[in-house]
């Protein structure tokens, strides 16, 4: 039996957490399910692709431990950008320890993640109280946690029943827990975000076992939600006209999707 697919902004009143309503929301408004992987090294390359591409986005993804000259006062313009363009800021943390010591990592050290990033990447490995932990720390501020499920490298760890396990954890957090890191849509409660790494117009690899899969492939084979482009945009010769390119691909890919429905698997 058909189920016809929701959209975003019906899927956002089925939402626990108000970070997980918050983006499917500013997804339909601002039509765009693009997360730009902003892998650079230096804070003026960053502000200035927050500037530049904060139009086409619903997120900007960072790596701030890759930042050479990392300072708060990098933080305070990329919220200000993020406010002004009306995206969401992503750290791609991958928290990956016991829950006291994640509490550690996410409050304080020199990055205090959790004041300004509204949503964070953990892996399940350690097991569920490492999402406690995080827990302590971001509910307060309204933050929303992403697991790992399955990874985009080849060769990676994350059999079907180390997903199945990941999903059982996120169930027991879903005031903190909006969805997951995976190259598939993994259940059919709607509220969970579906966030899609190795993303290229072409499929394709790297030389560190990155692999790429295309939008639409991730949006509507696979069910997934959000496209998060790294270097696809970064080493364009525009980066600017590859992220409306994205943007588009990414956005007619979800309302193909919308307009067939498939059976439920
Ligand atoms: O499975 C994963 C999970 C993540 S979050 N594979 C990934 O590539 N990522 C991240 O997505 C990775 O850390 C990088 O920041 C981005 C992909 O970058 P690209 O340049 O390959 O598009």
């Known amino acids: 039996m058909n189920k016809p697919p929701l959209h975003f902004t019906a899927r956002a009143q089925l939402c626990r957490n108000p970070l997980a309503k918050l983006l499917f929301t500013l997804m339909d408004e601002k039509q765009t399910n693009l997360a730009l992987s902003a892998d650079v090294t230096t804070t003026a390359a960053l502000l200035k692709l927050a500037d530049q591409l904060g139009p086409e986005i619903c997120v900007l993804k960072t790596h701030v431990d890759i930042l050479d000259d990392f300072t708060p006062a990098c933080i305070d313009t990329l919220t200000q950008l993020a406010q002004q363009h009306r995206f969401l800021l992503f750290e791609d943390r991958k928290f990956a320890d016991i829950g006291n010591t994640v509490k550690h990592q996410y409050a304080g050290g020199l990055y205090h993640i959790a004041t300004w990033a509204h949503m964070v990447t953990a892996h399940s490995l350690p097991g569920p109280d490492i999402i406690k932990g995080l827990a302590e720390v971001g509910v307060q501020y309204g933050r929303g946690l992403l697991l790992l499920a399955e990874m985009s490298s080849t060769q990676h760890l994350m059999d079907p029943t180390y997903i199945q396990q990941t999903i059982a954890f996120a169930e027991q957090y879903p005031e903190f827990v909006i969805g997951f ?18 993303i290229k117009l072409q499929k394709g690899s790297d030389s560190l076992g990155q692999q790429y899969t295309t939008p639409e492939m991730a949006i509507i084979d696979q069910d997934c939600d959000i496209i998060i482009v790294g270097r696809g945009i970064l080493q364009a010769s525009d980066p600017v006209a590859a992220a409306k390119q994205y943007r588009q691909r990414g956005w007619e890919a979800y309302c193909q999707r919308l307009k067939y429905s498939k059976p439920l698997a």
């Open 181 to 198: 890191i995976t190259q598939h849509k993994l259940s059919s409660q709607p509220h969970w975000l579906y966030f899609t790494p190795g």
